[in-house]
């Protein structure tokens, strides 16, 4: 049974998200002086004539460079002004976006750029050194490093070699101060490639996910039940500007209501109110960890938030009981939204007009999205009033993952209905709830982490036999990594044979285990919990048994060794 929302049809521009976000200098008209950026760690403003302004020049720029449609240019940096100048510069050109990760490890960026093809990287200083070590990897194409923000007085330019030969370094100021290359003039089409995130579905390793313009136009459009924008708004991105999440909801919705953004480049408590007081914010979109600090931290009391108009947290479930209590500490509207990379990423959402649907739940289908709700063993539509895998289909879902067909198909079947994963409820007012999840995909703090990835790396360790990682409740309710591990048989070797474990694998603790992982990945995917076994669950053709590792006592809710 095919369910559908109440609202009328979506009508979907054949436009380029640029486009459609930003329009061409004549058509912004009294908007060119509107504040479209704040750094609300500088102060530093972007108008809407200087954020198109830039973008056209950067498109020159990667023109120059023979970077075009059919390429891919990759942004490696936290959240600034200059990030949306960047992105629309990227697909102004023609080429798309893959955004990473800004606390990636140079591995992790290596294997992003070199499965993208990515061309050109886009970054900042503080992360120019893991940059050139990614760039310098094998299979990497990147021949130029674009610094984005002012150099340090020490800083000058560089240029070192990779396996594409010799990468030279560039900064941002000059591409934009150039006024002598032209704008290219690219005709993109709708089906054209605008970006591409990285997730890693419901299982494996992290993939390329293939988002169309018209994917993201699309999305833009059904997400704007979820806030109250208008052109006098004030957004927040605390959230990264990287993940898919803040590309629709924060950057790309936000801007094409003429409303203004003002970016962090990290999380601070301290700064994040004080900003809201300062710049009279008036949407916050959060994860619910933020959530919870502004439901229950003594520090929020001492800042005037009563700009606070709707608070959107996404990423991960909201219990309805921190949305209420957030609702009544701000006086403010909280809504829940639902969606995967793969997705662009709405599909679900509580309508910023709809008061009586339950703050826990996420919501109804969001317009242009079709659902179905399947049962996992029998492959038929579950019965009414039962849980049911999510299917969704509409003009959001990706056309596939780079380069990989087989985990495509496993997600994506042959009636254009996307495959979540996730157990969900519907109700007879259409109120959807998530109460399961089929895939093996962790959300720490709203970040994915593919326990595929955290595996593969503690197999590295000489002194760890087999491993499994599988998602855990932490006393605050919230989804933490948590390995399990079997020891290596002690080696009659000498001890300097392992230099990691001093004395041997007997001496293999949690401490260990959750130091080797933090050294080798970024911060959200550090293991949170170990416990140790003999032999670690599997079926017969050797897939990990997830399930009863989580019957197991260790896995029982506890707080989690915070690092």
Same mark, same amino acid.
């Given at each position: 049974?095919?369910?559908?929302?109440?609202?009328?049809?979506?009508?979907?521009?054949?436009?380029?998200?640029?486009?459609?976000?930003?329009?061409?200098?004549?058509?912004?008209?009294?908007?060119?002086?509107?504040?479209?950026?704040?750094?609300?760690?500088?102060?530093?403003?972007?108008?809407?004539?200087?954020?198109?302004?830039?973008?056209?020049?950067?498109?020159?720029?990667?023109?120059?460079?023979?970077?075009?449609?059919?390429?891919?240019?990759?942004?490696?940096?936290?959240?600034?002004?200059?990030?949306?100048?960047?992105?629309?510069?990227?697909?102004?050109?023609?080429?798309?976006?893959?955004?990473?990760?800004?606390?990636?490890?140079?591995?992790?960026?290596?294997?992003?750029?070199?499965?993208?093809?990515?061309?050109?990287?886009?970054?900042?200083?503080?992360?120019?050194?893991?940059?050139?070590?990614?760039?310098?990897?094998?299979?990497?194409?990147?021949?130029?490093?674009?610094?984005?923000?002012?150099?340090?007085?020490?800083?000058?330019?560089?240029?070192?070699?990779?396996?594409?030969?010799?990468?030279?370094?560039?900064?941002?100021?000059?591409?934009?101060?150039?006024?002598?290359?032209?704008?290219?003039?690219?005709?993109?089409?709708?089906?054209?490639?605008?970006?591409?995130?990285?997730?890693?579905?419901?299982?494996?390793?992290?993939?390329?996910?293939?988002?169309?313009?018209?994917?993201?136009?699309?999305?833009?459009?059904?997400?704007?039940?979820?806030?109250?924008?208008?052109?006098?708004?004030?957004?927040?991105?605390?959230?990264?500007?990287?993940?898919?999440?803040?590309?629709?909801?924060?950057?790309?919705?936000?801007?094409?209501?003429?409303?203004?953004?003002?970016?962090?480049?990290?999380?601070?408590?301290?700064?994040?109110?004080?900003?809201?007081?300062?710049?009279?914010?008036?949407?916050?979109?959060?994860?619910?960890?933020?959530?919870?600090?502004?439901?229950?931290?003594?520090?929020?009391?001492?800042?005037?938030?009563?700009?606070?108009?709707?608070?959107?947290?996404?990423?991960?479930?909201?219990?309805?009981?921190?949305?209420?209590?957030?609702?009544?500490?701000?006086?403010?509207?909280?809504?829940?939204?639902?969606?995967?990379?793969?997705?662009?990423?709405?599909?679900?959402?509580?309508?910023?007009?709809?008061?009586?649907?339950?703050?826990?739940?996420?919501?109804?289908?969001?317009?242009?999205?079709?659902?179905?709700?399947?049962?996992?063993?029998?492959?038929?539509?579950?019965?009414?009033?039962?849980?049911?895998?999510?299917?969704?289909?509409?003009?959001?879902?990706?056309?596939?993952?780079?380069?990989?067909?087989? /985990?495509?198909?496993? +997600? %994506? #079947? *042959? $009636? &254009?209905?996307?495959?979540?994963?996730?157990? =969900?409820?519907?109700?007879?007012?259409?109120?959807?709830?998530?109460?399961?999840?089929?895939?093996?995909?962790?959300?720490?703090?709203?970040?994915?982490?593919?326990?595929?990835?955290?595996?593969?790396?503690?197999?590295?360790?000489?002194?760890?036999?087999?491993? /499994?990682?599988?998602? +855990? %409740? #932490? *006393? $605050? &309710?919230?989804?933490?990594?948590?390995?399990? =591990?079997?020891?290596?048989?002690?080696?009659?070797?000498?001890?300097?044979?392992?230099?990691?474990?001093?004395?041997?694998?007997?001496?293999?603790?949690?401490?260990?285990?959750?130091?080797?992982?933090?050294?080798?990945?970024?911060?959200?995917?550090?293991?949170?919990?170990?416990?140790?076994?003999?032999?670690?669950?599997?079926?017969?053709?050797?897939?990990?048994?997830?399930?009863?590792?989580?019957?197991?006592?260790?896995?029982?809710?506890?707080?989690?060794?915070?690092?």
């Amino acid at each position: 049974m095919t369910l559908r929302n109440s609202y009328p049809p979506l009508e979907v521009p054949d436009v380029s998200l640029q486009e459609f976000v930003l329009g061409r200098a004549e058509a912004l008209g009294p908007h060119c002086d509107r504040t479209a950026l704040v750094c609300a760690a500088t102060g530093r403003s972007v108008t809407y004539g200087e954020l198109l302004d830039g973008a056209d020049r950067i498109a020159a720029g990667l023109a120059a460079r023979g970077v075009g449609r059919g390429d891919v240019a990759a942004v490696f940096a936290p959240n600034s002004p200059a990030y949306p100048v960047v992105f629309f510069g990227i697909l102004t050109a023609g080429a798309a976006a893959t955004t990473a990760n800004a606390l990636y490890t140079p591995g992790e960026l290596g294997y992003q750029l070199r499965d993208s093809g990515a061309r050109v990287l886009f970054t900042v200083h503080a992360a120019l050194e893991r940059a050139r070590a990614a760039v310098s990897q094998d299979g990497v194409r990147v021949t130029e490093i674009v610094l984005m923000d002012a150099a340090p007085a020490t800083a000058g330019p560089a240029s070192l070699g990779s396996a594409a030969g010799t990468v030279i370094e560039t900064a941002l100021a000059d591409w934009l101060a150039d006024r002598t290359t032209l704008t290219p003039q690219v005709t993109v089409h709708g089906d054209d490639l605008a970006v591409l995130p990285y997730s890693s579905g419901t299982t494996g390793r992290p993939k390329g996910v293939m988002l169309t313009h018209r994917n993201l136009v699309a999305n833009t459009l059904q997400s704007l039940p979820l806030g109250r924008l208008d052109e006098g708004s004030v957004a927040l991105a605390v959230l990264p500007l990287f993940h898919i999440y803040g590309i629709t909801a924060i950057m790309s919705m936000t801007l094409y209501r003429r409303a203004s953004v003002v970016t962090m480049p990290r999380f601070d408590l301290e700064a994040l109110l004080s900003a809201i007081q300062e710049h009279r914010v008036d949407h916050v979109s959060v994860a619910p960890p933020l959530a919870l600090v502004l439901a229950k931290h003594p520090a929020v009391d001492a800042y005037d938030l009563r700009s606070v108009a709707i608070v959107l947290s996404a990423a991960a479930p909201l219990s309805a009981e921190v949305a209420e209590a957030v609702q009544k500490r701000l006086g403010c509207t909280v809504l829940q939204g639902f969606g995967l990379t793969e997705s662009s990423p709405a599909l679900l959402g509580i309508p910023h007009d709809r008061p009586e649907i339950d703050r826990g739940s996420v919501g109804v289908l969001l317009p242009g999205v079709e659902a179905r709700l399947v049962d996992p063993a029998t492959g038929t539509d579950a019965a009414p009033g039962a849980a049911g895998e999510l299917w969704c289909r509409g003009p959001n879902i990706m056309s596939g993952y780079l380069g990989n067909p087989t /985990a495509t198909a496993e +997600v %994506l #079947d *042959a $009636d &254009g209905y996307l495959h979540t994963g996730d157990l =969900v409820t519907v109700d007879a007012h259409g109120v959807f709830h998530v109460v399961d999840r089929l895939k093996e995909l962790i959300k720490y703090h709203g970040y994915q982490v593919a326990p595929a990835e955290l595996e593969a790396v503690l197999l590295t360790h000489p002194g760890i036999a087999d491993a /499994a990682v599988i998602g +855990v %409740l #932490d *006393a $605050d &309710g919230q989804e933490v990594p948590m390995a399990f =591990v079997v020891r290596a048989p002690v080696s009659p070797g000498p001890a300097h044979e392992l230099p990691d474990l001093p004395g041997g694998p007997e001496l293999l603790d949690e401490e260990a285990v959750m130091a080797y992982v933090a050294a080798r990945l970024a911060p959200q995917k550090k293991v949170r919990r170990v416990a140790f076994l003999d032999a670690i669950p599997k079926s017969a053709a050797g897939k990990i048994l997830r399930r009863e590792l989580r019957a197991l006592p260790e896995a029982g809710a506890a707080a989690p060794h915070e690092h």
